[in-house]
């Protein structure tokens, strides 16, 4: 089997940036996602369990994918109700807690309904940093306080924390979360080989498409989802022509896997049965 109809992996920046600003950017990028490796470590461990697999049949090595609803974005809601119920009786400021806990809430929020790439947060990053530092000048010279009427107003609101609502909400997001996590596990699984790309279902039938007439690349189309579920990206099933026919949206910590997922890609696509190159162990 040829490279060339099979598997296509693009670079990790946009088409058609140059090599040296997309090498910037990404130099940054692996940084950070070098840091968050060796603290997220002991997670990125267990997922090689139960997201990101590699297994041999019948003479083919064969890589299991495991994706999940995009409900699982809501953990965040649910850790941060949890903890500020916990430490509410500590003489910690009601409103801060209130406002902590709406925070995370409108964060979620975001992550749900928008779809932000990386240059988008750099833009939307820029522009914060500009209306503060602006509101801070005129504020200093001109004693006009821009953000501190903005300030007030929010804090006119008089939020507070209410630790019984915070924990039922919590509490019913935590059961959805367990739902999501065992739909993921029996009907998340998506199985790619030299030869195909399949869904497998549970008591329903299966979803498969040659990998002779597709190819598979990586795709990390929103930054907020990457941040908040771990390096969180997709696999995009495109056919000859570059068209979408298949995405495995949301599978946490692929970033991590990234290297390695390429790897096997590109093994995958050169070869008809490798099975003393890969390595099923992570």
């Known amino acids: 089997m040829s490279a060339d109809p099979n598997v296509s992996h693009p670079a990790d920046s946009p088409p058609g940036r140059s090599a040296t600003s997309a090498a910037a950017s990404g130099g940054g990028l692996a940084v950070v996602g070098a840091i968050a490796g060796v603290v997220l470590f002991p997670l990125i461990w267990l997922g090689r369990m139960f997201i990101f697999r590699v297994s041999e049949r019948q003479g083919n090595q064969v890589a299991t994918f495991t994706n999940f609803s995009s409900m699982a974005y809501v953990w965040p809601i649910v850790l941060v109700g949890y903890v500020c119920a916990a430490v509410s009786n500590f003489g910690i400021s009601p409103a801060v807690l209130g406002w902590t806990w709406v925070a995370t809430v409108v964060f979620v929020l975001i992550v749900l309904g928008t779809d932000i790439n990386r240059n988008l947060a750099l833009v939307w990053g820029l522009i914060a940093a500009l209306v503060f530092t602006g509101g ?10 821009v953000l501190g009427w903005i300030y007030d107003w929010f804090a006119g609101l008089q939020v507070t924390f209410n630790p019984g609502i915070a924990v039922a909400v919590s509490t019913i997001l935590l059961i959805i979360l367990l739902v999501v996590l065992v739909h993921a596990l029996f009907d998340g699984r998506h199985e790619i080989s030299s030869r195909e790309v399949m869904h497998r279902r549970l008591m ?12 598979v690349r990586l795709d990390w189309p929103d930054m907020l989802e990457m941040i908040t579920l771990f390096g969180s990206g997709h696999l995009v099933v495109t056919d000859g022509h570059g068209r979408e026919v298949m995405r495995i949206a949301n599978i946490p910590f692929l970033w991590f896997y990234r290297d390695e997922v390429k790897r096997i890609l590109d093994i995958m696509a050169t070869t008809e049965v490798a099975p003393h190159v890969l390595d099923a162990n992570p």
């Open 136 to 145: 801070a000048l005129v504020h200093s010279k001109y004693s006009i306080p």
């Open 204 to 215: 329903r039938a299966s979803e498969s498409l040659p990998l002779t007439i597709n190819r």
